[in-house]
């Protein structure tokens, strides 16, 4: 009875032996046919802990990337736009010039009409562009329409900003900024405006300051001012100021003592493009060279690119080519906040490129890292799988040397 349970007891540690060794050629086995150092939890926590560790890095590095990628398609499409504006706005300028210098012909003015109504129209459709379903130029807010001519047969001053845009500006992305304004662009800066006189601390002589004064409001006054002759500048910008009909006041002096029009200082309108002042050429010219002022008009500095084309079309249908060539420089000012503008489009593709360009190299050194904790080293796992084959071998023959041997012994 003793002699069973010994030769029992050996056969079952031989048996558990080859097991054993048989679960090490598996899992040597495993490693090398998946490429990973451990096939579970149990083998290597730490291992695993760290695998987890760097592929959630992995991922939130992958998301980042992909969420600039988004970003850089709409910034480059925003580019495009600009860059299709300034465009228009060449042939808007090529109109002006043409026009100015053209035989007045109705017929060729109403041929540019048509042509300025189509650059127009392009304009508000740039500043419309869309990146699948949202508008690029409408903030946070991108489900709303930028711009709208809410009458298409209205001039393109009438152009409505959509209300709420500016509510939530800026979109970002990892910290980059990339919503572009161009409301201003397009629809021109509020601002008032302002005639300045030359000549320092002027007198008046007899004559008459005629003036049309529109407060940005649609309100719009025509008065005189006439001077008996000796006024010094103090009693002439109470003589203008009470002669305007409005409210508020509408003249001063500036720091050096000039005679200074300015619609900023009607009341409610400190910034508003639509304000109008308008030297009459009623006016005693006496009076102008004494104030040092010439007949002219003046409006908002900043008048935008869709107010431009208004203009133009009113030039055109009016025949004024005095006005079309005033409208040059307006247009190479407005060329110019457009290509700022692009300028600044083209420094943000560059920060979001280079961005992604670092995210890149630490893409790659998290997957060397993961590579280095979960990946198997062939070398060593081609040497545990031929040791393990060795043992599986040995343990077997051993095994069945052993019991042969026993055999022929009892049969003896």
Known sequence: ?????????????????ILVNQDLLVSSSNKINSGTSFTNNYEDPRANTLSLDFEGQILQNSQTIINRENALTEVELAENAMASIK?????????????????????IFRSYITEVRSIGEAIIQLGNTKSGEQYIFSG??????????LDPNDTFDTTVYKEGNDNGRQKSTEGIDY???????LLGAGSPAEIQ??????????????LSVNDGNDNKFNFDVVFAGGEPLGAIIAAINAAYPGPGTIATNDPTYQLKLDTG???GNSTNAEAQIVINDTSSQAV??????GEKSN???????LRIVAELETALRNGDQSAMQNLIKQIDENTTAILNLRAKMGLTIRRIENSNNINDILGNQLQTALSRVRDVNFVDANLELNTAQSRLQSSIETAASFFNSSLNNFLR
């Open 1 to 17: 009875m003793v002699d069973r349970l010994s030769t029992r007891q050996i056969y079952n540690q031989f048996h558990n032996n």
């Open 87 to 107: 465009n228009n706005l060449d042939k808007l300028k090529e109109v002006a010039i043409t026009a100015s210098n053209a035989t007045s012909d109705e017929s």
């Open 140 to 149: 946070k807010q991108s489900n709303l329409t930028t711009f709208e001519l």
């Open 179 to 185: 919503t572009f304004d161009i409301r201003e662009a």
């Open 197 to 210: 006189g030359r000549n320092l601390n002027p007198t008046a002589p007899a004559g008459t300051l005629s």
């Open 265 to 267: 200082l009607i009341t």
């Open 288 to 293: 102008l060279d004494a104030f040092g002022l």
């Open 299 to 305: 409006r908002g500095d900043d008048i935008g690119a």
